[in-house]
């Protein structure tokens, strides 16, 4: 379709898809769109990789809870355990329990805790590595969208300038392709907050159930120390 102004043609596009629009955008606008593409893949990317991880580890947690539950001693645990955080926050008792072997006891179950928290604080961390990256999308998205918008808009006034008319056909385009930019933030941010929003929710689960294996692990660390003191207890009577 063409429209004539004042004696100058302009071609006006018949298909005004979204790919026609974004082949017709400003070069400014284009890079916006596709940097927004971008973290839109990176966001399905994080979320299906996350709720993979999460799952697995949501699983293994809860195996080992029931293995510590049937844990007489921190040996059967530490012999038990499956490799993973669970693994690593029974090895993390053990190990303070053999550097404190010959010393006094009183303050055993007070090391055992904080090397259990730094542990469980570890796993935490590890869990929620590449979560940050949807806070930033779902943050900056909208306004990088907004951004392309408005240079876009500004491009088309200038058009429209050159062009000395108002004619709606030949402004429309214009402002169609600029506007694309906004939704494909919005496409990019609202994801990107609810997969966050999800993750957080999950991770927030696992950390607990992290915590529930902490005070399985100095329970088994309380029993066996107690079991030692009624030992010297028994050989001095």
């Not at 898809?17 to 990317?45: E, K, R, Y």
């Not at 059967?76 to 926050?89: Q, S, T």
């Amino acid at each position: 379709m063409e429209t004539t102004v004042t004696g100058t043609v302009i071609a006006v596009p018949h298909d005004l898809s979204p790919w026609t629009m974004f082949v017709n955008a400003h070069i400014v606008v284009q890079l916006v769109m596709i940097g927004l593409a971008l973290a839109s893949v990176a966001t399905w990317t994080v979320a299906i990789a996350k709720t993979v991880e999460i799952r697995r580890g949501r699983r293994a947690a809860a195996a080992a809870l029931a293995m510590l539950a049937e844990a007489r001693s921190l040996a059967d645990a530490d012999r038990a355990a499956a490799p993973g955080p669970a693994a690593a926050l029974v090895a993390a008792a053990a190990a303070e329990v053999r550097l404190s072997a010959g010393s006094p006891c009183g303050g055993l179950k007070e090391r055992v805790s904080t090397r259990l928290s730094r542990a469980e604080a570890a796993a935490g961390r590890r869990i929620a590595l590449g979560t940050g990256i949807l806070a930033s999308i779902g943050a900056t998205a909208p306004f990088i969208g907004l951004f392309g918008t408005v240079w876009g808009i500004m491009n088309s006034f200038v058009g429209i300038a050159r062009a000395h008319t108002t004619n709606l056909a030949v402004v429309a385009p214009g402002i169609a392709e600029a506007l694309l930019a906004t939704a494909m933030g919005l496409i990019a941010a609202i994801p990107a907050v609810i997969v966050y929003n999800a993750l957080a929710r999950a991770i927030a689960a696992y950390r607990a159930q992290l915590a529930d294996i902490s005070a399985a692990v100095e329970g088994i660390v309380s029993r066996d120390f107690d079991r030692r003191g009624q030992s010297f207890q028994e050989a001095a009577e």
